[in-house]
């Protein structure tokens, strides 16, 4: 029997009720983060070309403030990455698929820690 994949909804990243939106808040963040390291740009570095704090940006890289962010800061996001807006909210399927290795490593290395703790 095949096992099921990781649910995004299992992983309790953020309390975004919608899996749908909270799969797309958590795949752009990853995003933003995989283009900016690309760059070797750190995220301190990142958020003081776009205006933002440090602590913000990772909050966006995380999935976690992504839906409450302005239009504004995206685009401001996406000139300091030098990439066009449209590619960078047009999420792939190749980005999908990075995403839920990372999201499903997380989880993994969450759970370890967990079972370890005590």
């Given at each position: 029997?095949?096992?099921?994949?990781?649910?995004?909804?299992?992983?309790?990243?953020?309390?975004?009720?919608?899996?749908?939106?909270?799969?797309?808040?958590?795949?752009?963040?990853?995003?933003?983060?995989?283009?900016?390291?690309?760059?070797?740009?750190?995220?301190?570095?990142?958020?003081?070309?776009?205006?933002?704090?440090?602590?913000?940006?990772?909050?966006?890289?995380?999935?976690?403030?992504?839906?409450g962010?302005?239009?504004?800061?995206l685009?401001?996001?996406?000139?300091?990455?030098?990439?066009?807006?449209?590619?960078?909210?047009?999420?792939?399927?190749?980005?999908?698929?990075?995403?839920?290795?990372?999201?499903t490593?997380?989880?993994?290395?969450?759970?370890?820690?967990?079972?370890?703790?005590?």
């Amino acid at each position: 029997m095949k096992a099921s994949p990781v649910k995004l909804t299992d992983l309790k990243i953020n309390n975004y009720e919608d899996p749908f939106l909270q799969h797309q808040y958590v795949c752009l963040g990853h995003k933003i983060a995989i283009i900016r390291l690309s760059m070797n740009m750190s995220q301190k570095e990142l958020a003081h070309l776009v205006g933002i704090s440090r602590s913000y940006l990772s909050k966006l890289e995380c999935g976690i403030g992504i839906s409450g962010v302005s239009v504004e800061i995206l685009f401001k996001i996406a000139q300091s990455l030098q990439i066009n807006i449209g590619k960078l909210m047009h999420l792939r399927i190749k980005d999908y698929k990075t995403c839920n290795a990372h999201l499903t490593a997380h989880y993994k290395r969450m759970e370890f820690l967990n079972r370890h703790k005590e």
